[in-house]
């Protein structure tokens, strides 16, 4: 590489979770890669963004090389979850003791993720990392596409990956449709220390108008907080000062443990749900939140993501091994067949419980607090819900399905 053009054999727009996993699988099997784009995360001192990790995407992140550069003593872990109707008496206990697994997920702030995948994407001669903030243009060609950047830098590879989020600035310019729903709710995100322990459980209170959950964080009384509600209520709950917004926060969440001190800033983004109409075309493909997005009441948005990243990874490295064009399209349609239907069924079903849990119909409250009990009463049912949660079931790639350790 060399002056303001760059050469590779892919480029990966986005400098997030899902580019930076990607770029470092690729990196791994000796793939020569240009990682465009900045993490932009929040930073000390700002909210903070907590992820929930399932077993699987743990196992994608080890082979990444991130997971053991994250600081232990700061990865939350939850052995059970409980989930109930404020409006009723419907609630479901999980227990990662039923599965025989120490633990059913973690809970980690991303600016840890962030830092961690940086000094992953470190460790790989092949790959270079350059600072984007906007595609200009993207010409395919034959045998390479071209991605012209607005300081008049160029990238050349046989494949772009658009990886950068859901305003993704590089899928148009592919001239792929986001057909896009608003939620015209925002879901609410800080972190707080509690009353009580949160005895490394995962708490979800559904109420009138969105879920409110308490992730546990590694100090015992300490949880991120993801309060999605609609939003004019959310930008009157930014405004309140802190200890009008603390009893405020209690109050929703039933004071299950007690007072909350509120020990961050306080952000807010939009919900929406996104599913683009393809995934790719010869010599670029989408991954993660540029490809889909989903409601975040089960947590799983940036595990479809890195599982995106793994299922891609897979695809390219065996057609590689084979001496196929990794930019040719029936390589990226063999990707698109295996994620879009898994992730365009998890889109259905999370936009199906917030419609059901969302409702003030009579009929759905009394349907949704008797389906409550009917699960938690089955063991099969709560195992079933339990596996595709962890990401334990499924049509997962090598890398997802690791035996590694469950704790942190």
């Given at each position: 590489m060399s002056g303001g053009k760059f050469n590779a054999e892919a480029i990966i727009v986005g400098a997030g979770p899902v580019g930076s996993t990607l770029a470092s699988l690729l990196g791994a099997g000796g793939v020569e890669c240009v990682l465009a784009g900045s993490t932009g995360g929040p930073r000390p001192g700002g909210p903070v963004r907590a992820l929930a990790m399932t077993l699987a995407s743990r196992n994608v992140l080890q082979a990444a090389g991130a997971w053991e550069r994250l600081p232990r003593e700061e990865i939350g872990y939850f052995q059970k979850m409980r989930v109930w109707d404020a409006n009723g008496t419907g609630a479901i206990e999980f227990d990662s003791a039923e599965l025989c697994l120490p633990t059913l997920g973690y809970i980690v702030e991303q600016t840890l993720l962030d830092d961690a995948l940086a000094g992953a994407i470190q460790t790989h001669q092949c790959l270079s990392a350059v600072v984007a903030d906007r595609a200009e243009s993207l010409d395919i060609g034959r045998d390479r596409a071209v991605l012209r950047l607005e300081d008049g830098r160029e990238l050349s590879a046989p494949l772009v990956v658009g990886a950068d989020g859901f305003a993704s600035g590089v899928r148009p310019l592919a001239g792929i449709d986001y057909p896009t729903h608003e939620?015209?709710?925002?879901?609410?995100?800080?972190?707080?220390?509690?009353?009580?322990?949160?005895?490394?459980?995962?708490?979800?209170?559904?109420?009138?108008?969105?879920?409110?959950?308490?992730?546990?964080?590694?100090?015992?009384?300490?949880?991120?907080?993801?309060?999605?509600?609609?939003?004019?209520?959310?930008?009157?709950?930014?405004?309140?000062?802190?200890?009008?917004?603390?009893?405020?926060?209690?109050?929703?969440?039933?004071?299950?443990?007690?007072?909350?001190?509120?020990?961050?800033?306080?952000?807010?983004?939009?919900?929406?749900?996104?599913?683009?109409?393809?995934?790719?075309?010869?010599?670029?493909?989408?991954?993660?939140?540029?490809?889909?997005?989903?409601?975040?009441?089960?947590?799983?948005?940036?595990?479809?993501?890195?599982?995106?990243?793994?299922?891609?990874?897979?695809?390219?490295?065996?057609?590689?091994?084979?001496?196929?064009?990794?930019?040719?399209l029936e390589v990226l349609r063999r990707y698109e067949r295996w994620r879009r239907g898994e992730n365009g069924a998890m889109l259905v079903a999370l936009d199906a419980l917030q419609?059901?849990?969302?409702?003030?119909?009579?009929?759905?409250?009394w349907a949704r607090n008797a389906g409550l009990d009917l699960v938690d009463a089955s063991d099969m049912l709560k195992n079933l819900i339990m596996r595709l949660a962890t990401g334990t079931l499924g049509d997962l790639p090598l890398l997802a399905r690791s035996p590694l350790p469950a704790r942190p």
């Open positions: 939620y015209r709710q925002q879901a609410l995100v800080c972190t707080v220390d509690t009353e009580r322990p949160h005895e490394f459980t995962a708490w979800q209170r559904f109420l009138p108008d969105g879920p409110l959950a308490f992730l546990p964080l590694s100090v015992p009384r300490r949880c991120a907080v993801v309060w999605s509600t609609a939003s004019d209520r959310a930008t009157e709950l930014l405004r309140m000062n802190p200890a009008a917004f603390d009893a405020q926060l209690a109050h929703a969440f039933d004071h299950t443990l007690g007072a909350v001190t509120t020990i961050s800033a306080r952000g807010a983004f939009p919900l929406r749900r996104a599913h683009a109409e393809r995934y790719c075309r010869p010599r670029f493909v989408l991954a993660g939140d540029a490809a889909h997005c989903v409601h975040p009441l089960a947590g799983q948005g940036a595990n479809l993501g890195l599982l995106d990243a793994a299922c891609l990874a897979q695809v390219l490295l065996a057609a590689r091994a084979r001496g196929q064009d990794i930019g040719a419609k059901l849990f969302g409702s003030g119909s009579g009929a759905l409250q």
